[in-house]
């Protein structure tokens, strides 16, 4: 049975005192044993949020981190750091990460790997821009992305630990919303090339997330598709539509 999973990404938003009021809010209208909430504020947060949900099933995300343990990495945070918190999930391959700070597929893979030896659950986005998508590269594009974002990642991973996310860049915040049949298709799609480089079993297994303006009026519709384990929720997640779709 794979884990449902619905995850609210805050990005650059909320100052500490803004998240706390948003949690107390939420927190006792999230009703649902159904599916795993996952909160992801940004790092000044992280700590507040922490102690908010500890007595919730609210689980505590992280937007990013970085590879190494420590050392003069001005302005990182370590995968140590996250576990302090109590961090259980961290977003890594964000299209922003990709497109505003050079991430590449070698940096994403890092910090999978380093995620892992720690027992957070990386959060892997995935997804191609529109033009990739036009000119019919969509497949090819995000197939080397989780190729790469896998490599040297052993298969019991793959059964609880590793959760794949696909955002097509061209529906992130510009609200419009792939259908549902181009993000099942596409989330199946991810799943035979998890079958082809592990086994069927293992692919059948993962969680696969949609993100790319999910909002209430679209949530069941999208939820309810054959190959979609939860989403990853943008600027839904910072108001009351966040409640909305986690009770779809």
Not at 124 to 153: M, P, W, Y
Not at 201 to 212: E, P, S
Not at 222 to 228: K, P, V
Not at 231 to 248: E, K, M, R
Request: some cysteine.
């Amino acid at each position: 049975m794979r884990k449902k999973i619905i995850a609210g990404n805050w990005k650059m938003n909320y100052s500490v005192n803004r998240a706390e009021d948003f949690v107390n809010d939420i927190k006792d209208r999230i009703n649902t044993d159904e599916v795993e909430v996952v909160l992801c504020p940004n790092f000044v947060s992280l700590e507040r949020v922490s102690d908010l949900i500890e007595d919730t099933n609210i689980k505590l995300g992280a937007q990013n981190v970085y590879f190494e343990d420590k050392g003069a990495y001005t302005g990182e945070t370590s995968v140590d750091m996250l576990a302090a918190v109590n961090v259980k999930y961290c977003i890594v391959g964000h299209s922003e990460r990709r497109m505003y700070f050079n991430e590449t597929d070698e940096i994403v893979n890092k910090k999978v790997l380093k995620l892992l030896q720690k027992d957070i659950s990386p959060i892997i986005c995935v997804g191609e821009t529109l033009e990739q998508r036009d000119s019919s590269k969509h497949f090819d594009v995000v197939e080397n992305q989780v190729k790469n974002a896998l490599k040297d990642v052993d298969s019991i991973f793959l059964k609880n630990k590793i959760v794949i996310a696909y955002e097509p860049i061209w529906a992130i915040g510009t609200g419009v919303t792939a259908t549902d049949e181009q993000a099942n298709e596409m989330c199946k799609f991810i799943r035979e090339v998890v079958s082809k480089l592990y086994t069927k079993n293992v692919a059948d297994m993962v969680t696969i997330l949609y993100g790319g303006s999910v909002k209430p009026s679209n949530a069941k519709s999208i939820l309810e598709q054959s190959d979609i384990d939860g989403a990853l929720v943008g600027g839904a997640s910072l108001t009351n539509d966040f409640v909305a779709i986690v009770n779809y």
